[in-house]
C-alpha cells in the first residue's frame, strides 16, 4: 500500500506532466516534453524517498552541502540518478561539486569556468554544463549578464567545457515570457540546444516556449519550510 505522501507527490508529479504536455499541444509547436527536474532543496527527506519511490530520478539541488547530506547516501541505492546544481556555486566548494552531480546549470563566471575545468581534471570528468543568463541584469542574483556572456562563451570553448545549453530564472513581478524569450534568442545566437527555463509558476508556458529542463520544485513537494 504505498503512503499518502506517495500518492501525494505522484498526483504531484502527473499534474505537472499533464499540463506540460497539454501546453505543448495548444501551442502548436512540434517541442518535445521537457525532462523535469524535480527541485528538492530544503524539502524533508521523506518528501524525497516519495518522489523516488513514484520513479522520478531527476533531482536539483542549490547548495552543495546540503545536497551531499541528502544524496550521497542515496546514490548506491538508486544507480540511474541525475543530480543537477541549480544553484550559485563558489569556487571553493568546486571540488565537492564535481564528485556529486552529474551536471551543473549555474556557470556564471570566466573564474568558476577555469575552476571546474582544473577539477574535472583531476577526477577525470567531463560533466554538462550549462551557463546561468542573468535575464533581468538583476543586481543580487548570480548569473552571467548578456553583455558578459559572449566573453564567458569564448572562455569555455577555450578550455574545451561541455556546455549543453544555457539557464535562467526569470525577475519576480515581471513577465516571465520575456526572460524566455531572452533565453531562447542568445541559445540561437551561440548555437546551444539546451535551455533550462520554467518554474513551479511558469513550467507549462515555458515548455510552450521550447525548454529542454523545466525546474519544479513546490508544484511537486509543495511549500518549501523557511530556515
Ligand atoms: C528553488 C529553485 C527552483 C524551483 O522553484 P519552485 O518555484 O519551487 O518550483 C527552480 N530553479 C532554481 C534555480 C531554484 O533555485
Not at 525577475?171 to 526572460?179: C, F, I, N, Q, Y
Not at 518554474?199 to 513546490?218: H, K
Request: proline share 3%; charged share 25%.
Amino acid at each position: 500500500m504505498a503512503s499518502k505522501l506517495v500518492e501525494e507527490i505522484q498526483k504531484n508529479i502527473q499534474t505537472v506532466r499533464d499540463k506540460t504536455a497539454s501546453k505543448i499541444a495548444y501551442s502548436l509547436l512540434n517541442h518535445s516534453e521537457p525532462r523535469l527536474i524535480a527541485v528538492s532543496k530544503v524539502q524533508p527527506i521523506e518528501k524525497i524517498d516519495a518522489a523516488l519511490e513514484v520513479g522520478q530520478r531527476v533531482f536539483g539541488e542549490n547548495r552543495v552541502q546540503e545536497a551531499e547530506e541528502r544524496w550521497a547516501p542515496r546514490r548506491e541505492a538508486y544507480k540511474d540518478l541525475t543530480l543537477i546544481l541549480i544553484g550559485s556555486l563558489q569556487t571553493n566548494k568546486v571540488s565537492n561539486a564535481v564528485a556529486l552531480f552529474d551536471e551543473i546549470q549555474s556557470l556564471d563566471r570566466i573564474k568558476l569556468a577555469r575552476s571546474l575545468k582544473k577539477e574535472m581534471t583531476n577526477q577525470g570528468k567531463n560533466i554538462p554544463l550549462m551557463i546561468q543568463v542573468n535575464t533581468g541584469c538583476e543586481e543580487q542574483k548570480g548569473g552571467c549578464l548578456p553583455q558578459d556572456l559572449n566573453a564567458l562563451v569564448a572562455e569555455c570553448e577555450a578550455l574545451d567545457l561541455n556546455v549543453v545549453g544555457l539557464m535562467c530564472i526569470p525577475t519576480a513581478g515581471e513577465d516571465p515570457s520575456l526572460h524566455f524569450h531572452l533565453l531562447k534568442k542568445l541559445a540561437t545566437i551561440y548555437g546551444y540546444e539546451k535551455l533550462s527555463m520554467g518554474m513551479s509558476g511558469d513550467y507549462d508556458l515555458a515548455a510552450a516556449m521550447g525548454s529542454s529542463d523545466i525546474r519544479v520544485g513546490t508544484a511537486i513537494f509543495g511549500a518549501r519550510i523557511s530556515t
